[in-house]
């Protein structure tokens, strides 16, 4: 098993700070929000984000799948009462020569394999495709 450790504190009425490793984000926790930081539902869609490409990044070697970028956009739709994420789709865009064939591979390998995506998946509708970034 794995354990992660994140401690977050309040700066004032309009942030919070949290912290792991020798890294620190900004939160925004202020009820009228702010520009400056992400607020929970936007670091809720980030970490999908990161699981995702940590993920392609883990499975790219294995796949020999050769890449130069990626890009991962993402919606979420929230539900007031009770308060919950009801779905988050996902579209991630791969720059790539590689046929669509291999692309699917991907978006399998990074589905089944993503340890983020895998409990939200569990928790609400996750959905998204894969594609190849369109020529320059």
Request: aromatic content about 4%; glycine content about 6%; hydrophobic content about 40%.
């Amino acid at each position: 098993m794995l354990s992660y450790n994140v401690t977050a504190h309040r700066v004032d009425a309009h942030g919070a700070l949290a912290n792991t490793k020798d890294a620190e984000i900004v939160l925004d926790t202020d009820i009228a929000g702010r520009r400056d930081a992400f607020n929970p539902a936007e670091l809720f869609l980030a970490s999908i984000a990161a699981c995702m490409i940590k993920g392609i990044e883990r499975v790219s070697p294995m796949l020999k799948f050769e890449l130069r970028g990626v890009e991962v956009r993402l919606h979420g739709e929230r539900q007031d009462a009770p308060p919950k994420m009801v779905s988050v789709d996902y579209e991630l865009i791969v720059d790539t020569d590689e046929s669509d064939q291999r692309l699917e591979l991907l978006h399998t390998n990074v589905r089944k394999y993503g340890t983020i995506s895998n409990t939200v998946a569990d928790a609400t509708k996750l959905e998204g495709t894969i594609r190849r970034k369109a020529a320059a």
